[in-house]
């Protein structure tokens, strides 16, 4: 196997990066566009009588389609480890066509009546089973390709993710300004999941030409690895970045939740969330790539430690500006920051996480514990947030959400930071710290 890994051309790092990113950005449109729209979605597709009742419907379902997300990560990450990273990746775009087709042509609740949310909800399950083994294949693509740079490279999973976000804010922004209410319930909303679906063949071409790593393809296969059997061989890597992924995943699923906060709680135009969107967006996909660049030349632990306490210290500030002063300028600011932060974090977080696994499972490793912890700490964020603030009365209880989250990851973090030194001084033949 040493043979084929040596005779396979190493591509371009630019190439790679586009085959990685092209369908993460697919999948991360889609899921984008339904937070965005939640509160348009709720009319189409799940009316009751009460806005905040059928806002919480809209907002299970989105949180339901992360239940399959860990279901995804185990069938598509093992495959992945089986198969290749080109196998994987190609399967994971393909299903995701398909969901989002689904989104595309299924009609709203008062055309077909209870067959609507039906599909619409199976179509969130399909897409969120797709997006599951996204993240872990890609991810260990690219640092499998990247030599020393996987900071880097692996950065642009999350850097990618901004550029999408600006482009959904885009189509926010053009649609709720240039479209009447009725119009956008109408049709409106489907334009979004039109031009994700074009994305769709393009990067099925371009994934179909990508070249296998050469990690892989020296690596020495399993048979099968069933997520029993990655419990057992690394449950503390597990754990660890179960836990090191939850900032990032309740930041950001609280962050696409903002557009409907601006409407709902702050009472503001709709164009509010969206403007402060592409702001945020523009800055994750810039730092992003920069702490995964300099990531690469201190360590990771370090840059994301400093990221989480910022998120814990700013989190109720932050929160409380949009609530004492609600205005576009103070969403934009507050959207700004946190994005500012969370690039810094995101940015390094995948690199980090295929360092904790070995060639053989990193795929199901990465993408099994990562789904884990946008199950628990992200998809159902916006739901939480909306029941928070309606249980409390409270519009700045989300921000304990937050904070909460930065500390767990935080611990995740030191605990991380001391196995690292561990294992490099049993790799030098010294003593391991004592515990």
């Known amino acids: 196997m040493a043979d084929n890994a040596a005779s396979v051309a190493a591509p371009r790092l630019t190439s790679v ?3 990685a990113t092209i369908g993460n950005m ?3 449109f889609d899921f984008l566009v339904y937070g965005f729209f939640a509160a348009t979605l709720a009319e189409v597709f799940f009316p009751t009588g009460n806005p905040t009742v059928s806002l919480l419907i809209t907002f299970g379902a989105f949180g339901l389609s992360y239940v399959a997300r860990p279901i995804g990560a185990a069938f598509i990450g093992t495959y992945t480890d089986r198969a290749g990273r080109k196998a994987g990746l190609t399967l994971s775009i393909a299903l995701m066509m398909i969901g989002t087709t689904l989104m595309v042509v299924t009609p709203g609740y008062a055309t077909i009546g209870i067959a609507a949310p039906v599909i619409i909800t199976i179509a969130r399950l399909l897409q969120g089973f797709s997006v599951g083994g996204e993240f872990g294949s890609a991810v260990a693509f690219l640092v499998e390709h990247a030599g020393d740079r996987k900071g ?9 993710t901004g550029i999408i976000s600006v482009i959904v804010a885009l189509f926010g922004l053009g649609l709720t300004t240039l479209l009447t209410h009725q119009q956008l319930v109408a049709w409106g909303w489907r334009l979004p999941y039109v031009f994700g679906l074009l994305v769709g063949p393009a990067g099925l071409y371009i994934r179909s030409r990508m070249a296998e790593t050469p990690e892989f393809l020296g690596a020495v296969k399993p048979p099968t690895l069933p997520i029993g059997e990655l419990l057992h061989r690394h449950p503390i890597a597990v754990l660890l970045a179960i836990f090191a992924s939850t900032i990032s995943n309740s930041s950001y699923y609280l962050l696409l939740y903002i557009p409907t906060y601006a409407v709902k709680t702050l009472h503001l135009p709709a164009y509010t969330g969206f403007v402060a969107t592409l702001l945020g967006g523009v800055l994750l996909a810039v730092f992003s790539v920069v702490a995964g660049h300099y990531s690469d030349k201190t360590p990771r632990t370090r840059i994301m430690l400093a990221m989480a306490w910022l998120f814990a210290i700013a989190a109720y500030p932050i929160f409380w500006l949009m609530v004492a002063y609600p205005s576009l300028a103070t969403a934009m600011f507050a959207v700004g920051f946190l994005n500012l932060i969370k690039g810094g974090y995101s940015g390094v ?4 996480l295929a360092e904790q696994f070995p060639v053989e499972s990193r ?4 993408a099994f514990s990562y789904s884990i912890s946008v199950t628990i700490f992200g998809g159902f964020a916006p739901f939480v947030a909306t029941w928070l603030i309606a249980a409390t009365g409270d519009p700045l209880s989300p921000s304990f959400y937050l904070m909460a989250s930065a500390v767990i990851s935080i611990i995740a973090l030191l605990a991380i930071q001391r196995r690292t030194v561990r294992v490099q001084q049993n790799q030098d033949g010294r003593m391991p710290l004592p515990g």
């Not at 977080?349 to 980090?352: A, G, I, N, R, T």
């Open 349 to 352: 977080l995948p690199s980090l």
């Open 152 to 160: 880097f490279s692996a950065s642009w999973q999350w850097s990618s």
């Open 17 to 19: 990066i586009v085959a």
């Open 363 to 366: 795929a199901v490793g990465i």
């Open 26 to 28: 697919l999948e991360w």
